[in-house]
C-alpha cells in the first residue's frame, strides 16, 4: 500500500466536485479555513458549474481531478461533495500519476467510488468529511479537527462507549469500505473490493429498509461478509420505510446479516452522514478492540 507523505502547512490542497452540484455558501467558509490554518487551496475550474444535479459535465468533473491528480504540487484532493456522479467519470481519469506522486484524497458518500479505485491501485486515501461539514456553529468541528490531525500526522484512534448489539472481540487488518450504497454499484466490476482479512467499514444515507436489507444480502451471497477481521458500523442516516413496515432498523438488518459469522463488531461508529464524522485512513492497518467499550486505532504498517 502506498501511502502519501503527510501534509505541512503551506502545501496545496485541490478541491474538486467529482459527483453533485456545489452550493457556494455551504463550502467556501470551510475552504476558507483550510487557508487560513495554513495550506494553499485551489479550487478546480468547474467546481461551481452546473449540468442538472451534477457539478458541471462528465468531462468537467473529470477534467478538474485529472488536473488534480497529475498537478505535481498538489498534495491532497478533498472532494467538494458527494451526491452522485463520480461513477461517471471514473473511466475518463487517469489515475497512473498518482502511483509515482501520490497524494491524499479525501471525502465519503459517493467519493467511496474514488476511494475503491485508489484501493485496488493499492494507494490509501481518507474518508473523511467535506468543507460544507468543517465549520459546527461559527467553530471548526470535530470533523475538520480530526481530519486535520490525520492529514498532517498520519495518526487515528477513536473510543467509543458500546453498542447493545457489539459482537466483542479483538482483531486487525486493512480498512476498505465506505458507503454501502456505492459499494453495492460496484459489484461484479473490476473496482470491487476485496474484503477477506480486511476490517470492512459501512455507513449510509436516505435508503428504504429494504434496500439496505438486499444491499447486505448481496455482500453475504457474494462472500464479501463471509471473511471478514471484524466490521465498523457508522451512521445509517434519515432510512426510510414503507406503509407497511419492514419491521428491523437498519443496525438489526446488518446484525441478522452477519449472524452467522463470529468476527468483532462495532455499531455507531462516528463516520458517515452525521455532525461528527471522524477521518479514517482507508488502506491502512486498524487494531479494533469491542468489550466494554469500542477502541478503533490505526497501526504501523
Not at 470551510?30 to 442538472?52: K, M
Not at 449472524?259 to 458517515?272: A, K, T
Amino acid at each position: 500500500m502506498i501511502f502519501p507523505e503527510n501534509l505541512q502547512k503551506g502545501d496545496r490542497i485541490r478541491i474538486v466536485a467529482p459527483a453533485g452540484k456545489v452550493q457556494k455558501d455551504k463550502v467556501l467558509p470551510g475552504i476558507e479555513l483550510l487557508q487560513d490554518i495554513g495550506y494553499e487551496v485551489l479550487i478546480g475550474n468547474h467546481v461551481f458549474d452546473r449540468d442538472f444535479q451534477y457539478a458541471g459535465n462528465d468531462l468537467q468533473r473529470a477534467s478538474d481531478l485529472q488536473e488534480a491528480i497529475s498537478d505535481p504540487k498538489t498534495k491532497a484532493i478533498i472532494c467538494a461533495r458527494g451526491g452522485y456522479g463520480s461513477v461517471r467519470i471514473i473511466e475518463k481519469t487517469d489515475f497512473a500519476p498518482l502511483l509515482k506522486n501520490p497524494k491524499w484524497l479525501v471525502g465519503f458518500s459517493d467519493v467511496t467510488v474514488l476511494h475503491s479505485v485508489l484501493n485496488k491501485l493499492g494507494i490509501a486515501s481518507i474518508h473523511g468529511a467535506m468543507p460544507a461539514f468543517f465549520i459546527d456553529k461559527n467553530k471548526p468541528a470535530k470533523s475538520f479537527l480530526s481530519l486535520i490531525e490525520l492529514l498532517s500526522t498520519g495518526k487515528s484512534q477513536v473510543e467509543i462507549a458500546t453498542h447493545q448489539l457489539n459482537r466483542a472481540g479483538i482483531c486487525s487488518g486493512e480498512l476498505v469500505g465506505g458507503n454501502l450504497s456505492l459499494l453495492y454499484s460496484l459489484q461484479g466490476t473490476r473496482w470491487q473490493i476485496d474484503t477477506s482479512g480486511k476490517i470492512l467499514l459501512l455507513e449510509d444515507l436516505s435508503e428504504y429498509l429494504y434496500h439496505l436489507d438486499r444491499m447486505m444480502q448481496n455482500l453475504r451471497l457474494a462472500g464479501q461478509l463471509q471473511n471478514l477481521a471484524g466490521l465498523v458500523v457508522g451512521g445509517f442516516t434519515d432510512m426510510h420505510d414503507n406503509e407497511s413496515p419492514y419491521g428491523k432498523t437498519a443496525y438489526e438488518i446488518i446484525h441478522e446479516a452477519i449472524r452467522d459469522y463470529h468476527y468483532p463488531v462495532c455499531f455507531d461508529f462516528p463516520s458517515g452522514h452525521i455532525p461528527k464524522n471522524l477521518a479514517l485512513m482507508l488502506g491502512a492497518n486498524y487494531r479494533l478492540e469491542v468489550g466494554s467499550n469500542c477502541v478503533f486505532k490505526r497501526i504501523e504498517q
